[in-house]
């Protein structure tokens, strides 16, 4: 999973990125203090993963990561050269949604680019900064296509589809919100990769004293809470500052430092929860004496697709797969004693792997 990290400028982007991937990004209180974009790898932390090595010995253990991708703050004015961030918007063309973080408390020490925190204010000027930049795409591509379209109808059919958008667009309306039911126009619509028609994660940053009861208290939460249902987008609460601090701090540390904070996870544990549910992801689980391994698929993947994740000669030549839900394996203590109580079960073609699942698969090339 890769997730691209927007924002304005001195709103907690960069402290947000180097707190998740502890890679040291510059942080300053000045705008466009990252030059370059910056990318980090994360490992998604899941105690199945732990207690399953265990109980298998096994030498290693591999979780599922999520690759960030922090871009300059974007300003008002960006798609036509203002400050930095427009530049790097390709840099985000490719991920699987963006975290958009927004400012959510009052710094008199913290510069706000537009004078004062207003959230919605801030969503819409970076929504605006990347649908000019989806036109711009839709710009070329329409340059590309108008020259073939006289001649050829499948090119006028994609040609009137791109000026459709296009004029959405330019209405001040976000891709996502587009409709068609024509499945070619929707298979065009997708590898145009539009910024605007990814799914969003809003990062509402906030003081220490809005972590507690997860910023229902804040009413700035709240407008960004209300405004990300209009969207269908996922909403978390975060204190970067407070996540820089943890992301130092070993493992029990941190568990103390949450505890006294009245929190039961970090912001890390909370984005990995909303990217999931809003990508529709879940995880299954391989074990043994080599390594224990996560694998993230889809939701409603079936088994030999799955089994394809790890090698395509494993979903080309898929006979069945051995499947125990996580804690029932657990409950049990050993493999041997899930199969004994008929916990294990074969499935074939159709099976929907479900989160949790600790699969064998059985395959013949």
Not at 14 to 35: D, V
Not at 179 to 188: K, Q, R, S, Y
Not at 336 to 354: H, T
Request: charged share 30%; proline share 2%.
């Amino acid at each position: 999973m890769k997730l691209g990290i927007v924002g304005l400028p001195n709103v907690g982007k960069s402290t947000l990125f180097n707190s998740l991937t502890k890679a040291g990004a510059e942080s300053a209180n000045y705008p466009f203090c990252t030059i370059d974009p910056n990318v980090g790898i994360v490992m998604v932390p899941d105690e199945r993963l732990d207690n399953l090595t265990k109980m298998y010995d096994s030498k290693r253990t591999v979780p599922a990561v999520i690759e960030f991708v922090d871009i300059a703050g974007l300003v008002k004015g960006a798609s036509k050269g203002e400050g930095l961030g427009n530049q790097f918007l390709s840099n985000i063309r490719e991920v699987d949604a963006i975290v958009h973080v927004v400012r959510c408390f009052e710094n008199s020490n913290i510069v706000h680019v537009d004078g004062s925190v207003n959230p919605l204010r801030d969503i819409e000027t970076i929504n605006f900064e990347l649908i000019f930049s989806d036109i711009e795409v839709l710009d070329r591509r329409i340059a590309k296509t108008v020259r073939g379209a006289k001649n050829d109808k499948t090119l006028a059919k994609e040609l009137a589809l791109l000026n459709r958008i296009k004029e959405h667009l330019e209405a001040g309306k976000l891709a996502k919100t587009f409709e068609t039911d024509d499945e070619e126009e929707l298979e065009w619509f997708e590898s145009y990769n539009l910024l605007t028609a990814k799914p969003v994660i809003f990062a509402a940053n906030v003081n220490e004293d809005d972590l507690a009861d997860d910023g229902a208290s804040n009413e700035w939460v709240q407008k960004v809470v209300d405004y990300a249902k209009e969207f269908d987008s996922e909403v978390f609460v975060i204190c970067a500052q407070i996540e820089q601090e943890i992301s130092e701090l070993d493992d029990e540390e941190k568990k103390l430092f949450l505890e006294d904070l009245g929190l039961k996870e970090s912001g890390l544990e909370k984005l990995i929860r909303a990217s999931y549910s809003l990508l529709g992801l879940i995880s299954y689980i391989t074990a043994g004496e080599q390594e224990t391994k996560a694998w993230t698929i889809k939701k409603g993947t079936k088994a030999p697709q799955a089994a394809g994740k790890i090698h395509s000669d494993f979903e080309r030549g898929f006979i069945r797969a051995e499947v125990v839900n996580y804690e029932h394996l657990m409950e049990q203590g050993s493999m041997n004693a899930a199969k004994e109580k008929g916990l294990v079960r074969s499935e074939g073609k159709d099976y929907v792997v479900q989160d949790g699942d600790v699969i064998l698969f059985k395959f013949n090339v």
